[in-house]
T-cell receptor, first 114, second 117 residues
Framework: AQSVTQPDIHITVSEGASLELRCNYS??????LFWYVQSPGQGLQLLLK??????LVQGIKGFEAEFKRSQSSFNLRKPSVHWSDAAEYFC????????????FGTGTQLKVEL | EAGVVQSPRYKIIEKKQPVAFWCNPI?????LYWYRQNLGQGPELLIR????????DSQLPKDRFSAERLKGVDSTLKIQPAELGDSAVYLC???????????????FGQGTRLTVV
């Protein structure tokens, strides 16, 4: 069975500082990997996805993530955080051929200090 | 292009009462999902449809939950009777599944926040 671990429940960074959110997954083969962001009272918005190919993927809002097979990780990064990035971030893994059934981590709440 | 539309946005009901949620997916998306998100947790899949067929409902509590997707477009999720523990956000998502093994990413609606009192 697939699973996702997001070890940081809360992270606080200063505006303009760099950000890295950690994500580790468990899956028997090469998975589909996603990062979603959720603002209060809103649904999930896709930031970026990895299906295959280049292991460094670019997303919206200046985010990027790197798939590292050897570490079973898919960490999300942003070089300079904006106050509007404050939200909850979810990493998810999808099974290939499994109809894109997503298994989500428990999320990381990001707070941005001005 | 309109995204995934869910209604209502909020619902408060007393325990033991029935409740229903509605979802209209993105036009052309043949795969539809219902997820439940408990407070402080990530979403968990309840049921997945490909067209009008429920292909994965292993996590749906079938004693009180039911879902349908007539005509393979919009869908309803029902709880009868509701329990206090059903309080959560219910998210609908859709994606396009083409050839076997392929998929686009899932797009989510804003969800319905259910409070059972």
């Amino acid at each position: 069975a697939q699973s996702v671990t997001q070890p940081d429940i809360h992270i606080t960074v200063s505006e303009g500082a760099s950000l890295e959110l950690r994500c580790n997954y468990s899956y028997g083969a090469t998975p589909y990997l996603f990062w979603y962001v959720q603002s209060p009272g809103q649904g999930l918005q896709l930031l970026l996805k990895y299906f295959s190919g280049d292991t460094l993927v670019q997303g919206i809002k200046g985010f990027e993530a790197e798939f590292k097979r050897s570490q079973s990780s898919f960490n999300l990064r942003k070089p300079s955080v904006h106050w509007s990035d404050a939200a909850e971030y979810f990493c998810a893994v999808g099974a290939r051929g499994g109809g894109n059934k997503l298994t989500f981590g428990t999320g990381t709440q990001l707070k941005v200090e001005l | 292009e309109a995204g995934v539309v869910q209604s209502p946005r909020y619902k408060i009901i007393e325990k033991k009462q029935p409740v229903a949620f509605w979802c209209n997916p993105i036009s052309g998306h043949n795969t539809l999902y219902w997820y439940r998100q408990n407070l402080g947790q990530g979403p968990e899949l309840l049921i997945r449809y490909e067209n009008e067929e429920a292909v994965d409902d292993s996590q749906l509590p079938k004693d009180r939950f039911s879902a349908e997707r007539l005509k393979g477009v919009d869908s309803t999720l029902k709880i009868q009777p509701a329990e206090l523990g059903d309080s959560a956000v219910y998210l609908c998502a859709s994606s396009y599944r083409g050839w076997p093994g392929s998929n686009t990413e899932a797009f989510f609606g804003q969800g319905t926040r259910l409070t059972v009192v």
